[in-house]
């Protein structure tokens, strides 16, 4: 479904468009009848999106007018906007993405670890430069590898194409009501800014042109986030850590409806509260020149730029369980959750967690490109292309890309999570019969100043010919080469919990420390109106919010003037050796991995023509693709764990060095399509293609790393193998259309994808280097035995400290105890991807588009159905093999264009879907986001031919989104946004 206008298709891509006129359109009502156009008289099954007008997309984001074709489906991001896109059940990291027939590099960054996404983020492009994306759903030999949901081409503006002057120019006031709703330290601007123009015109009797376009926005925006870290899921008959006495057992009285042996039950890590606000700024820019010298030459030169600021500031709320003492009541099984659980903390010295946190990050985006075609006869042509692209996503900020402090009143009793209803609910009591939190007993208990990046490299060469043996056969054939380099790298200056030995150190820091003042008292529930149950009295409705950069300043001049100077700084990714200033992020990476992948390609297509009662056309294609992978890592060496926090154990690293590992594959990728007219209003499509897509950048490091932060029960790491194949798919297509009228259309599609090589995450357990664990060791077992702690981790430190310090491995003043010889040796969960599995996807999608008559009302409807032979066991606590993202999709649009006035209302839909198949603890366990509906309404009016006044309201319903794992109970993510509403201005020039 084309939901614009001013379709100019692409020669580079699809070579059945070469017979079509450009059809030049404006408006609502005369794109659908272009994109009927298009859709009818393709190759294979291709939809599209283009501008209703020069300087004017139907939506503000790209991701969100992709989901209005059907097998389209969003991710959306905390602030609710849509960023990457899964077609036909397959994710964004397996379908490529195009500019101008070129394939794009896309970078991303993680807050806390080193990314490993090959997904373009589509948040980056700012809808008004772009004039049409062409989603292709079956494959053809002339499209570059990578693509096996679709391959989606972003076309700019090309002068020539559209001789004359066009020219455009916008204005819009953005008011985001998520900024409003915040503390008020967080608040954002009430209105903000964009502004975009383009320009284009040719010379010289059209022989020569320029396009250029650019704009600028800055929104600003905040999101409210109730979160857990993830659940620890157990069997009924298991004893661990973390599981509820078994039946008879001390503290099983406290038990309600307790999970049966064979059932599979889940206690939450931890519960809190996020209040976050966001400003983004984004810049795009592009330009293109092209030369037509002779009729039959055309040189186009162009250069394509954005970039995205994006700076999140975050207080929260929030408790850690440490799986004492509790009590509990649960769901029925076989998957059962807590519908309460409390923890006992009688000491009452446990954290109230009121940390924040600053966020800042820019990704950019530059492309060169040149392309020359030659039609060296009447029927043959030739065409060389170019480019050299690059993405690059990093830090913004001299803290680093993602910060965080630590803040605590470390008074906390019993806690108790409430799971029953789609808000989880948190109620705490604090120490010495206290009702309310007191700024005199706030202090920092840790910090983290992370640096992430990543960059994307992608230099590529194609010549590609056709020539026409008559005037219904033709052959297409081309060569080419592609390189890209790939870089993903992460620092961490970290000073964990080690506040015990600063607090008692000589001049040491304690709650006195800190001013009264930096702390602004707020209340929780009001930031959460949205999501039912957060009005529930029990809920702990109330927190701390703070000036991070005060804060900040403070703890870091506070900490360098500690007279012990050792206490003055922290180790640079966790090796103790390096020591840094703690409060200042470090360019020097502990993780750094290097991708090297060079392609060789060739293919040829033969299409033709014919009659045979009926008009009909095939053309089969093969593409043989040769790729050579080279993959190094800077692997850092531990050297030992340190027992940092109650239940934080960080892995001691030594100098780092790089390994490198090589893989290669080769793979011979046929393609055919065939169409025939039944009627002159009822055409039937059949396609079968094989696609590759290929493997995650993490997937093929080159070598193994260990997770900085540990538990009680051991760590996590991963390693990657560049020798892994590709995902390889045979993709079937079979589709009717039926053309009535000149906008009207109904199809029915049905698809399926044979895919084999699917990449899984094998956990395996090693003892790597032989690192002693300061847990369940000697004196961890003493203290539990002569201390009578009874597994009270605060308990236990404690004694170790005031019985131990300064024997081997004990420091009191720097809260940290070292694992020693005689100290069990830590396990750690590896992950190792593998190409594991296969897996069918089918589907169909169901399209409907009416206009009715000259009346000026319109609709379009499409309905996806995907489904799969795979499916994730909620009951099953094992490694699975799952596909993320299946889900079912619609929309509806409706509208009315008549007397230069024009409304549009869509309405989109996701069902719920699997969305990892990991959480924050790092071990197995489902995600589902779950079903999301959104109401979008977008109105403009023209003064005159020449000034366009326009306003729309994104999320009009101020719909929310939530993510729950193996039960609805086991809540993961609820998140509040608010409605988006926009008053803008449109004036042209020219034509």
């Given at each position: ?321 440490n799986f004492g003492a509790s009590s509990s009541s649960w769901t029925d099984g076989p998957v059962a959750a807590p519908d309460v659980y409390t923890e006992l903390l009688p000491g009452g010295n446990s954290d109230v967690g009121m940390g924040g946190a600053q966020f800042a990050t820019k990704n950019e985006n530059n492309s060169v490109g040149f392309n020359l075609e030659w039609e060296v006869s009447d029927r ?612």
């Open positions: 479904m084309i939901l614009g206008t001013t379709v100019v298709f692409s020669t580079a891509l699809s070579q059945e468009t070469q017979g079509l006129e450009e059809v030049i359109v404006t408006g609502i009502r005369g794109s659908l009848t272009s994109s009927m156009e298009l859709k009818r008289d393709s190759q294979g099954v291709v939809d599209g999106i283009v501008a209703e007008d020069i300087g004017k997309f139907p939506d503000t984001n790209l991701a969100e007018s992709l989901q209005r074709i059907t097998g389209v489906s969003i991710d959306r991001t905390a602030i609710g906007e849509g960023s990457r896109v899964t077609v036909r059940g397959v994710g964004p990291d397996f379908n490529l993405v195009l500019l101008n027939g070129r394939q794009m590099p896309a970078s991303s960054i993680e807050a806390t670890t080193a990314s490993n996404s090959r997904a373009f983020d589509f948040a980056n492009l700012a809808s008004e430069a772009i004039s049409a994306i062409e989603v292709y759903k079956t494959s053809r030999s002339s499209t570059p590898t990578g693509g096996i949901g679709a391959t989606i081409n972003v076309k700019t503006a090309r002068p020539l194409d559209a001789p004359g002057l066009h020219s455009s120019f916008g204005v819009k006031g953005v008011i985001d009501t998520s900024a409003g709703n915040l503390p008020s330290n967080l608040e954002g601007d009430s209105i903000t800014p964009e502004i975009s123009g383009i320009y284009s015109n040719t010379f010289g009797d059209d022989k020569f042109g320029i396009a250029i376009s650019g704009s600028y926005q800055e929104r600003d925006l905040g999101y409210n986030q109730a979160t857990t870290g993830g659940w620890r899921a157990f069997g009924g008959d298991e004893v661990n850590w973390g599981t509820i006495p078994l039946p008879g057992q001390p503290g099983s009285e406290r038990i309600t409806n307790r999970p049966d042996a064979s059932d599979t039950y889940s206690v939450p890590q931890s519960l809190g509260y996020s209040f976050n606000s966001v400003q983004r700024k984004r810049t795009n820019g592009q330009l293109a020149l092209q030369w037509a010298p002779v009729d039959n030459v055309t040189a186009t030169l162009d250069y394509t730029y954005s970039e995205n600021k994006i700076a999140t500031q975050r207080n929260e709320l929030s408790a850690w369980f043959f042509g030739l065409q060389l292309d170019f480019h050299d692209s690059t993405a690059e996503s990093g830090p913004d900020s001299p803290y680093g890309s993602n910060v965080a402090f630590g803040v605590s009143d470390l008074s906390r009793g019993d806690t108790t999570g409430i799971f029953s209803n789609d808000f989880p609910i948190l109620g705490m009591q604090l120490a010495n019969g206290r009702t309310q939190i007191d700024p005199s007993f706030m202090e920092v208990t840790g910090s983290s100043f992370r640096n992430s990046y990543m960059k994307s490299e992608v230099q590529q060469g194609q010549l590609s010919g056709d020539f026409a043996f008559t005037d219904s056969s033709r052959l297409d054939f081309g060569v080419g080469f592609t390189e890209v380099n790939n870089r993903s790298a992460f620092s961490n200056v970290q000073s964990d919990n080690t506040w015990t030995g600063i607090r008692n150190a000589n001049g040491g820091l304690t709650a006195a420390s800190f001013d009264d003042d930096i702390w602004r008292a707020d209340t929780v529930s009001k930031y959460f109106d949205q999501i039912s149950g957060s009005g529930d009295p029990r809920l702990f409705n109330q927190f701390f919010t703070f000036d991070f950069e005060r804060l900040r300043n403070q703890v870091a001049q506070l900490r360098g003037a500690l007279p012990d100077q050792s206490l003055a700084t922290c180790p640079l990714n966790g090796n103790q050796s390096i020591r840094v200033p703690c409060y200042e992020a470090s360019s020097i990476y502990g993780t750094d991995r290097r991708v090297e992948e060079k392609s060789k390609s060739a293919y040829v297509q033969f299409s033709q023509d014919w009659e045979w009662g009926k008009p009909m056309h095939a053309a089969l294609g093969l593409r043989y693709e040769e790729t050579d992978v080279t993959s190094s890592a800077l692997v850092p060496i531990p050297t030992g764990i340190a027992w940092a926090g109650n239940n934080e154990f960080t892995i001691q690293f030594g100098a780092p060095d790089f390994t490198t590992l090589e893989g290669s594959y080769d793979y011979l990728l046929p393609s055919f399509d065939f169409s025939v007219d039944l009627t002159d209003d009822l055409k039937l499509r059949a396609s079968y293609g094989e696609t590759i897509g290929r493997p995650q950048w993490g997937d093929i490091q080159g070598g193994q790393t260990l997770d900085a932060l540990a538990r009680i029960n051991g760590g996590t790491g991963r390693q990657g193998d560049p020798g892994l194949k590709p995902l390889e798919s045979q993709n079937i297509d079979f589709s009717v259309e039926y053309y009535y009228g000149e906008s009207n259309y109904l199809s029915v599609g049905y698809f399926r994808k044979n895919i084999d090589n699917y990449i899984g995450v094998s956990t395996i357990q090693e003892t790597p280097f032989d690192l002693p664990h300061p847990a369940n060791g000697g004196y961890f077992n003493e203290a539990n035995t002569n201390g009578a702690c009874a597994g009270d981790l605060t308990c236990i430190r404690q004694y170790i400290f005031a019985n131990h310090d300064g024997d081997p491995g004990v420091n009191a003043a720097t809260g940290t105890i070292l694992g020693i010889a005689g100290d069990p040796i830590a396990v750690f969960d590896i992950q190792v991807p593998s190409n594991q599995k296969s897996a069918t996807l089918d589907g169909w999608e169901m399209n409907l588009q009416h206009v009715f008559g000259q009346s000026g009302f319109g609709f379009a409807v499409n309905y996806t159905m995907v489904d799969s032979n795979i499916s994730y066991d909620d009951q099953s606590r094992q490694d699975q093999f799952a596909i993320v993202g299946l889900s079912d999709s619609a929309n509806f649009v409706a509208f009315y264009e008549n007397y230069g006035f024009g409304i549009r209302a869509a309405y989109n839909w996701r069902d719920e879907f699997l969305s990892a198949t990991f959480d924050s603890t790092g071990t197995p366990n489902p995600n589902y986001t779950e079903a999301y509906g959104q109401i979008d309404v977008s109105a403009s009016y023209d003064i005159t031919d020449a000034f366009t006044v326009q306003a729309e309201v994104i999320n009009l319903t101020d719909e929310t989104q939530r993510v729950h794992g193996r039960n609805d109970n086991q809540l993961l993510f609820a998140t509040q946004t608010g409605p988006r509403y926009m008053i803008g201005a449109r004036y042209k020039f020219g034509q």
